[in-house]
């Protein structure tokens, strides 16, 4: 069984690779949250998309742990070809993936390789915060959403393998899968606790250069940070594998320790849900 990691033009060997696929274009700037990973260029703009990421607080971008190559994180872009005076480009100082996620690449086939794929990167000067920049709060609580709910996906990456990623921010429509269903699929590459997974249709859904990228998802009215891109299976419309997803809340105690938030919240352990 393969298993692609979602990287832009960068692979691990037997690592799968994934961007949105289908889905539409978004309404310029209606996600403020949107972070693009970027390894800089002498192009212009000077950077290659690699991977996506949500900014999580002023100071902070979520990821997915193996996107530890970027180097620049670019806020307030719709199109990353081009120099928007919305964007701006930081450097990132620090990378703090999960401390049990590899320091280096296993063997392959080892499920290690896809558990614990949670990065936190900080940034070198905090963002400007506006109408384009903006930070998208992280769960209140551990909890787990029940599959058939539907949820968003957006992300700078291939709209079909083999292709060019996109400039523009495209965004797509997917629904949780049993996580029974996506263990017995991806078998031992599937944490049930750590991750969750959604039907692949093969209309749309993520592909190559989506990795890091936030799975949204609405309960009780709100919106909730409820996974990071992580992997999916090949070809990106591949009907026969469910997307899989870092699973936010499970990782809460963690996030909250490394940004050196002390408030009180549910551990790991409860199975407690958001309805």
């Not at 480009?89 to 296993?106: A, C, D, G």
């Not at 699973?247 to 352990?269: C, D, H, Q, S």
């Amino acid at each position: 069984m393969l298993v692609f990691l979602l990287l832009s033009n960068l692979s691990f060997s037997g690592a799968v690779q994934s961007g949105i696929f289908g889905g539409r274009e978004a309404k310029p700037h209606s996600r403020p949250y949107m972070a693009s990973l970027q390894i800089p260029t002498h192009s212009t703009p000077p950077g290659h998309h690699t991977c996506g990421g949500v900014l999580i607080r002023e100071d902070y971008v979520l990821t997915a742990a193996h996107c530890h190559k970027a180097e620049v994180v670019v806020l307030g872009a719709h199109n990353i070809s081009m120099k928007e005076k919305s964007q701006q480009r930081i450097n990132i100082s620090e990378y703090t993936p999960h401390p049990k996620y590899p320091k280096k690449q296993l063997p392959v086939g080892d499920p290690r390789n896809q558990e614990h794929d949670i990065m936190l990167l900080k940034l070198k000067t905090p963002a400007k915060l506006n109408k384009y920049v903006k930070v998208l709060e992280l769960p209140k609580k551990y909890g787990k959403i029940p599959a058939g709910v539907q949820c968003e996906v957006a992300g700078w990456g291939k709209r079909v393998l083999g292709r060019w990623a996109e400039s523009v921010l495209y965004e797509a429509y997917v629904t949780l899968d049993k996580a029974a269903n996506c263990k017995r699929i991806w078998e031992k590459y599937f944490n049930q606790d750590q991750m969750t997974c959604s039907i692949s249709d093969g209309r749309e859904g993520v592909c190559q250069g989506d990795s890091g990228g936030p799975l949204i998802c609405k309960q009780a009215k709100a919106r909730i940070l409820y996974g990071v891109t992580a992997y999916t299976g090949e070809p990106c419309d591949n009907k026969d594998f469910p997307e899989v997803y870092t699973r936010v809340p499970y990782f809460l105690p963690w996030i909250k320790e490394v940004l050196g938030m002390n408030n009180a919240l549910e551990t790991p352990g409860s199975d407690r849900s958001w309805v």
